[in-house]
């Protein structure tokens, strides 16, 4: 488990509503040092904390009105291959695999 201190909560905050903010509107914001907040962003992601920044689509707002769960049953030696297909199809978002019953 990594420890953070109450600065790296802070920015983790700031990142979790806007990702794309900089150090300089970070540290303004906080009222800290640019540097300050950019070596703990650095450590933050160096930790595997922060692993990405990504958009959050309105999907609804390209005419997608509609999202689905759709479960498949494939047999073992087809799974791989049906998994590729999905993923490659434009508007699938995710491919899971699920085990047991359901």
């Known amino acids: 488990m990594v420890e953070l201190d109450a600065l790296d909560l802070e920015i983790l905050r700031i990142l979790m509503k806007n990702c794309r903010k900089s150090a ?21 992601e160096e930790l595997g904390v922060v692993k990405s920044c990504k958009a959050v689509v309105d999907v609804k707002k390209l005419g997608f009105g509609i999202t689905a769960l ?20 434009p508007n699938v978002r995710g491919v899971y695999d699920i085990t047991g019953e359901f």
Request: glycine fraction near 4%.
């Open 24 to 44: 300089r509107e970070i540290a303004r914001e906080l009222g800290k040092s640019p540097t300050i907040i950019a070596k703990k962003v650095r450590k933050l």
């Open 70 to 89: 759709i479960m498949l049953n494939v047999e073992g030696a087809h799974i791989e291959e049906v998994e590729r297909v999905l993923a490659n199809e």
